[in-house]
């Protein structure tokens, strides 16, 4: 499995960008896709996660609300849209995927993970 994303970039505080993630040699539709961030000195934390029902995991407060994920499994792809940005929003964003049921949390649960994308936020 390969996963890709693209779509980050440079953006002013209160502006939007959209992420994009897509697998590539699957040939299944039960799995769950995810997105992670890391920030400068940070872990790598969960920003939301969607399973192949539907279902979703939001991260933290300070995300909800301005960051939606989405899927379109015809292509394979996740998307995460984020709007009103904020310069704490700078990060590596990961797309994870984990094949099966659960809809996981943690890094350890997806098994799959993209080369990451830069998002810079300026203030």
């Known amino acids: 499995v390969r996963v890709v994303e693209s779509g980050g970039g440079l953006v002013q505080a209160g502006g939007s960008l959209r992420l994009s993630c897509t697998l590539y040699g699957i040939t299944t539709t039960t799995y769950t896709m995810a997105w992670f961030r890391q920030g400068p000195g940070k872990g790598r934390e969960l920003v939301a996660a969607?399973?192949?029902?539907?279902?979703?995991?939001d991260s933290e407060d300070s995300m909800r609300g301005r960051f939606t994920i989405s899927r379109d499994d015809a292509q394979n792809t996740a998307y995460l849209q984020m709007n009103n940005l904020k310069p704490e929003d700078t990060a590596v964003y990961y797309c994870?995927?984990?094949?099966?049921?659960?809809?996981?949390?943690?890094?350890?649960?997806?098994?799959?993970w993209g080369q990451g994308t830069q998002v810079t936020v300026s203030s």
């Open positions: 969607m399973g192949w029902t539907g279902g979703t995991i």
């Open positions: 994870a995927a984990s094949f099966g049921t659960v809809v996981g949390t943690q890094t350890s649960q997806y098994s799959d």
